[in-house]
């Protein structure tokens, strides 16, 4: 019914950085949460990150931890995932979702949590 869109996703060598772009219904940033997962070939989709409505708080997973932050601009209507100091284990196709709950923690970041898609962008890294 509203779509979500990523964009963003490229080809780049490890270390460098991509900044991903989740466009989201308007007025809805402040009342759901929002997730980044990513899945490789062969994998299962796994939690990256997550931000809380209204940008109160964020959760992040350990594997991304201190490379990678969440955030959103309201006025765009946009979630964005940072991540810098790519690896090539970080080759993957990058998904957002509308979550159902109203706040972000490593409980609720799980596929099951979010019920809303984007198609996905791929990011890979490689030398």
């Known amino acids: 019914q509203e779509p979500l869109v990523e964009s963003g996703g490229d080809l780049v060598q490890p270390g460098e950085s991509l900044k991903l772009s989740c466009a989201v219904p308007?007025?809805?940033?402040?009342?759901?949460?929002w997730g980044w997962f990513r899945q490789a070939p062969g994998r299962a989709r796994e939690g990256v990150s997550c931000?809380?409505?209204?940008?109160?708080?964020?959760y992040t997973a350990e594997f991304a931890r201190g490379r990678f932050s969440v955030s959103a601009d309201k006025a765009k209507n946009t979630v964005y995932l940072q991540m810098n100091n790519l690896k090539p284990e970080d080759t993957a196709v990058y998904f957002c979702?509308?979550?159902?709950?109203?706040?972000?923690?490593?409980?609720?970041?799980?596929?099951?949590?979010?019920?809303?898609w984007g198609p996905g962008t791929p990011v890979t890294v490689s030398s």
């Open positions: 931000l809380s409505p209204g940008s109160t708080s964020t």
């Open positions: 979702g509308r979550g159902s709950h109203r706040w972000c923690s490593s409980t609720y970041l799980e596929v099951s949590e979010f019920g809303a």
């Open positions: 308007p007025f809805t940033l402040d009342y759901y949460s």
